[in-house]
């Protein structure tokens, strides 16, 4: 009983020795690469990396953005005209999509589509030793691989989750408005009078910003810390794309507390 | 020939977990010469180049590259140095997602502020060095072996290193590459001056081109010397592995109980 307790404890105690020695390891590997002077030819490397990170992930992003938004506008407009309010499917749609699902949702298909191919992409360059032939040249991998992914994940988020809602809100408009006959002064109207510029656009944005941040950085440290070998970069991959979700569907709760606050 | 050593290895240790890799190694390798690093594979070979080039830290002990410790060196300071080392991985390691002229000439582009028709002429050279200029427009993928192995050569020489350090460049090809490789290091040698350092447990090319010898095992240097000296030498370790016999000193077995307690150990349950 006794020995059972400890070998428990010391299992239990070296786990959480490892998480925090790979918390470590994360935030090195972060600073370092985020604090990295600019040098020649950063521009370029920013650029393809913003082109298979963000332009890439636009149909997804746009497909989605108008299902999701076509769907909410049917299901308010259901509900709402049974009190003759249908002109309030406009602002609904609009402060739903602006405080939580456009960051949100923007986010679990980032980490699905970018994430996970980051992670794959970096786990095979070390599982090859790319990386290590890299730093042989005299070349940082931190710099030339990890940190432009991380600034391009930084950019493209916000900017993505930006196209989502201004889709979505078409979607909407387009079932509530042209399908189903709902007033379109009402609905872009209720819209102007209750949409505030901090309040609902601002801090859907900074949600953005920080969703970006917490995915790339999972993503791109998954795989610079991958077991180099076939299994080792499968759970990596996977391990991104959970990770990631669990962590901005939590985060978002906890932002969403803090910036609205005052519920009870 | 110990005052112009380019690498000076004291008292180096090293273990992987309980495994001791490096139990007091010593070791100097001269300026401008090839030397062979040879041992039974499972000796850390690669980790010694690892540590030379900085990417592994040793427990204790100095490693002297050109005057430098490369152990106290901070990250930049590593960066530094490494532009004066090329080293060929043992899976070559190009980048997959460009050309062979793109992979000779990423060293140059990195390093280097010169104009493109420039950079140009120098990766067609070191290409045509290593008989490869006309497959300059192919993709990693589409190599074999013993080419990629010939494009990671020309792209470790790009810059013109002071040191060049070959890990197994002879596992896993066939004679004829073998033959062109092996004499691509010796002419490379001629040509630059670049101390070269061959990790390597093909004891035939490697002897036939080093000029010094260094036979690890067991996290020690066990025999050094010119290849005549060593294949004189009455050691019975150096003997054993100068004539490839599979056991003596060196033991063929990884370290485990006797087969006879395993078995019955089997039985026993």
Known sequence: ?264 | MADDAYIEIRNLYFARGERKIFDGVNMSIPRGRITGIMGPSGTGKTTLLRIIGGQVRPDSGQVLVDGQDVCRMSRDELFELRKNIGMLFQSSALFTDITVYENVAFPLRVHTGLPEDTIRDLVLLKLNAVGLRGARDLFPAELSGGMARRVALARAIALDPKLLMYDEPFTGQDPISMGVLVSLIKNLNLALQTTNLVVSHDIHETASIADKLIIISDGKVIGEGTPEELRRDGSPWVQQFMTGSPDGPVPFHYPADELLYDVLAEVGR
């Open chain 1, 1 to 264: 009983m006794m020995a059972a307790t400890t070998t428990l404890l010391r299992l239990l105690g070296s786990r959480a020795l490892n998480r925090l020695a790979s918390l470590g390891r994360a935030s090195l590997m972060w600073l370092t690469a985020i604090s990295g002077k600019p040098r020649r030819g950063d521009l370029g490397l920013l650029g393809r990396q913003i082109h298979t990170i963000g332009v890439l992930s636009l149909v997804i992003i746009v497909l989605s953005a108008f299902s999701i938004g076509a769907v909410i506008a049917l299901q308010f407009y259901t509900q709402l005209a049974r009190f003759g309010a249908e002109d309030a499917v406009g602002l609904g749609l609009a402060l739903v999509l602006l405080r939580e699902l456009g960051p949100v949702v923007t986010a679990l298909l980032f980490a699905g589509r970018a994430g996970s191919a980051i992670t794959a992409e970096i786990g095979l360059m070390k599982s090859t030793e790319q990386l290590s032939s890299m730093e042989m040249m005299g070349v940082d991998p931190l710099h030339r691989i990890v940190a432009p992914r991380l600034w391009a994940g930084l950019l493209c988020l916000p900017m993505l989750t930006a196209i989502f809602n201004v889709v979505a809100i078409y979607g909407g408009m387009v079932v509530a408005v042209q399908w189903l006959g709902s007033d379109a002064g009402g609905f872009w109207s209720g819209m102007q009078d209750t949409v505030e510029v901090w309040e609902d656009v601002g801090k859907g944005m900074i949600k953005s910003v920080v969703f970006a941040l917490v995915v790339t950085w999972i993503a791109v440290f998954q795989g610079y810390d991958t077991e180099p070998t076939a299994e080792g970069i499968g759970l990596s991959t996977t391990r991104t794309v959970v990770m990631s979700s669990v962590m901005v569907l939590a985060i978002d709760f906890l932002l969403t507390l803090g910036m609205y606050g005052d519920f009870r």
